[in-house]
Every structure is written in C-alpha cells, then in structure tokens.
C-alpha cells in the first residue's frame, strides 16, 4: 500500500504542504530582507535533507542514495519534519490547519504500514 500510486502522490502533496507550511512562517520571523532568508533558504533546507538522507533501493522513491541512511533514521527525518511543519503551523495560528496536516499524515503512515515495516529491516 505504501508504493501505491496513489498513497505517494497522496505523500508528495503532504511533502509540499510542509515544505510551504514552514516558509510560512519562515516569512512572518522577520520583516526585512531576513523574511526572504528564512521564507525559502529553510524549506530549500529541508528539500536538501529529505533528498540526500535515504535508504538505498527506496520502492517509493528513485532509489539513489547520496548519503545512505538507514531505515529507522530515514523515517525518524520524515516525521520530524512533518512535526516541524505541523508546529510552525500551529504558531502562524493556523491551527485547525496544523491538526489537520497532523491528522492526515498520521493517517498516511498508518496505511504505510508496510512501507515502515521495510524501513525498519534496512
């Protein structure tokens, strides 16, 4: 279930809504030309780590790994930045928002079930 077509476009929408959830409110943590700093520099940050830490032969990503990583450790970098987005969020006051993207990526990785079972062999 976790490699079905649908579950990853399903996963890519919720990668993007992190990614443009934390340059959110990288853009309200100042007011000068530090906003474009913190707006793009943190979810161009962020796009860097979850493309370089990854497990080889990944079925739902390319399967390169510049930075072999293993599974426990990948999965650990995925939620934690899921958690950063829900909570930055949550301090923009979008929180309905926030527990929804909470809520449903909960739910993606409940069906991913199978998906975490192999991240935690490798």
Same mark, same amino acid.
């Given at each position: 279930?976790?490699?079905?077509?649908?579950?990853?476009?399903?996963?890519?929408?919720?990668?993007?809504?992190?990614?443009?959830?934390?340059?959110?409110?990288?853009?309200?943590?100042?007011?000068?030309?530090?906003?474009? /700093?913190?707006?793009?520099?943190?979810? $161009? =940050? !962020?796009?860097?780590?979850?493309?370089?830490? *990854? @497990?080889?032969?990944?079925?739902?990503?390319?399967?390169?790994?510049?930075? /072999?990583?293993?599974?426990?450790?990948? $999965? =650990? !970098?995925?939620?934690?930045?899921?958690?950063? *987005? @829900?909570?930055?969020?949550?301090?923009?006051?979008?929180?309905?928002?926030?527990?929804?993207?909470?809520?449903?990526?909960? =739910?993606?990785?409940?069906?991913?079930?199978?998906?975490?079972?192999?991240?935690?062999?490798?």
């Amino acid at each position: 279930m976790g490699s079905h077509p649908l579950n990853l476009m399903l996963r890519f929408l919720l990668e993007i809504t992190a990614l443009v959830g934390v340059g959110m409110w990288g853009w309200r943590q100042a007011d000068d030309w530090l906003r474009f /700093v913190f707006a793009f520099g943190l979810p $161009l =940050l !962020l796009t860097a780590i979850w493309g370089i830490f *990854a @497990v080889p032969d990944d079925p739902s990503r390319s399967g390169a790994a510049p930075v /072999v990583t293993p599974g426990p450790v990948r $999965l =650990l !970098l995925e939620l934690g930045i899921f958690a950063l *987005a @829900v909570w930055c969020l949550y301090d923009i006051g979008w929180i309905k928002f926030s527990l929804s993207l909470g809520i449903v990526v909960a =739910l993606h990785y409940g069906v991913s079930y199978d998906r975490i079972r192999w991240l935690f062999t490798r």
